[in-house]
């Protein structure tokens, strides 16, 4: 288990592959120059005290302070979830937030009490990379779904108020949306079943081969990953998309227009 | 089959946080077995009224009845399939013509099996006997659409039909088929229509009593031949010249 331990003054080095980035930037006046150099300084900040964070973890070994970094996370994925959505509705950040804790939970819960049966279960070293993988891809399906899910009842809203007519509830007036909403939010984790291996190696095997793990055991905990993202995915957008009807309708099954907006 | 009637209905609606009244008292009762058009300018509240019969949306304040019963009581579920309602476009669902005709009865648990001839009769009535029921809805021609949404909506057999200008996407020789379409049914399921134009044409091709309303209030409601013949207000006389927009 050797690896090159980086130092600073190595890494500034690396200093160099932004200043390329904005050479590139400045021959073609894309104006990005200000923007790659707040970024750089901005990762390096935020790396730099989240790997403090994680070595103050490491080393107390305390389950609460695991639990705050895991709700700290939680809460960072809920508001981003949040954030992306194009139009904003009363009620989504409890959607989206039951959401991504339920379909993260369970997920996590397997993986490190079955799969990995990790002891003590709260080891941060499996807990927060883990964790942190699946919540941000529940964030991006849930975030994806419910898009979706809003865009499609507003443009095909004719359809919707037809079945409703019919005697269809809310439910069965969505169905057809709810199927598309799900099939948008479950299709990249599916790609990335598709292409893992071929197209590009995934962050977290790179890191365990470099930090000296064989690569068979790196590619089975790999495997893991990418099934546990796509049990989670489908998991939180499933969730979604049930309680997101009540965003939508009203008890009475009545489409509510104004919380629909008029859409982009 | 059914009366409807509104008593004292208004609706409120805001719009970037002013409030105004969409249907202002409104008080008018539709006799079973009539078609009652409703006409005037457009936002005058036409579409909102029929809105309110199956309840895709509710009342500000009064009450809507259904043979003398507050459909704000009336599960919405099984109202809705007593007060059919047809749109301003066919809306149609991108399935096959027979599945769009079988939504309503399976919603119901119905068998599919035991519904083709039901299919067929009802093709035969919107006047589109030689249309497969096997086609993409989304094939045909906007008039054969909006007949097949009409035999959809008579697929759960309603005792009220709710007609949102059924014909304004149409062209005027399939306008007037629909039109005909609509007595017919009437005549054979002794429906009570709610149908809703701005065409004046068309609401007298159908209608029994005509309704004007403008600005969310009732001006009047009489035979419709006697409105045509005079109306008994201002108003209706210049909605009858075309002088209100």
Avoid at chain 1, 103 to 116: C, E, F, Q, R
Avoid at chain 1, 216 to 238: E, F, N, P
Wanted: proline letters at 4%.
């Amino acid at each position: 288990m050797e690896y090159i331990s980086l130092s600073y003054a190595s890494l500034g080095i690396a200093v160099l592959f932004i200043i390329s980035a904005m050479a590139v930037s400045f021959r073609y006046r894309l104006g990005l120059e200000r923007d790659l150099a707040v970024g750089a300084v901005r990762a390096f900040v935020q790396l730099t005290a989240i790997g403090y964070v994680l070595q103050f973890l490491f080393v107390s070994e305390k389950w609460y302070y695991v639990m705050i970094m895991l709700v700290i996370m939680l809460a960072a994925a809920i508001k981003n979830a949040v954030a992306r959505q194009s139009i904003q509705l009363k009620g989504m950040f409890s959607t989206l937030g039951i959401s991504i804790f339920v379909g993260s939970a369970l997920t996590t819960s397997v993986v490190i009490g079955v799969i990995l049966r990790v002891k003590p279960w709260y080891s941060p070293r499996y807990l927060i990379p883990l964790a942190g993988s699946i919540l941000g891809n529940s964030m991006t399906g849930a975030a994806l779904a419910l898009n979706r899910l809003r865009s499609d009842i507003t443009h095909r809203k004719p359809e919707v108020e037809a079945a409703l007519a019919l005697g269809a509830t809310s439910r069965q007036a969505i169905l057809p949306m709810v199927r598309d909403a799900l099939r948008a939010a479950m299709l990249p984790s599916i790609s990335s079943l598709m292409v893992v291996g071929i197209v590009h190696l995934p962050g977290m095997m790179a890191g365990q081969i470099i930090a000296g793990a064989y690569p068979v055991d790196a590619v089975r905990y790999q495997l893991m990953v990418v099934y546990m993202i796509a049990a989670a995915v489908a998991i939180t957008s499933m969730m979604v998309v049930y309680l997101a009807t009540n965003l939508f309708f009203t008890p009475d099954h009545m489409l509510k227009t104004e919380a629909l907006g008029s859409d982009s | 089959m059914s009366k409807i009637e509104f008593s004292n209905v208004t609706k409120t609606r805001s719009i970037d946080g002013k409030t105004y009244n969409v249907l202002d008292d409104v008080s008018v009762a539709i006799e079973e077995g009539t078609i009652l058009a409703i006409g005037g300018p457009s936002g005058a509240g036409k579409s909102t009224m029929l809105r309110l019969v199956n309840r895709l949306e509710s009342v500000t304040s009064g009450s809507v009845l259904l043979d003398g019963v507050d459909v704000s009581t009336i599960d919405p579920i099984e109202l809705r399939r007593k007060v059919g309602m047809v749109f301003q476009l066919p809306s149609l669902f991108p399935l096959t013509v027979q599945e769009n005709l079988m939504y309503g009865p399976r919603l119901r648990g119905l068998e599919p099996s035991s519904l083709e001839a039901k299919v067929r009769e009802m093709l035969d009535m919107v006047d589109l006997p030689d249309i497969s029921p096997e086609r993409p809805a989304g094939e045909l021609s906007v008039g054969q659409q909006q007949r097949v949404a009409i035999a959809r909506t008579l697929m759960n057999e309603p005792e009220v039909l709710l007609m949102d200008e059924p014909t304004s996407a149409l062209d005027p020789t399939t306008s007037k088929s629909i039109l005909k379409l609509v007595c017919d049914i009437k005549s054979k399921y002794g429906i009570t229509v709610l149908f809703v134009s701005h065409s004046l044409e068309h609401s007298r091709l159908v209608g029994d009593r005509f309704l004007l309303i403008v600005d969310g209030r009732v001006i009047e409601e009489s035979d419709i031949e006697a409105f045509f013949q005079g109306p008994s207000t201002e108003l209706g006389r210049k909605f009858l010249a075309g002088e209100l927009k």
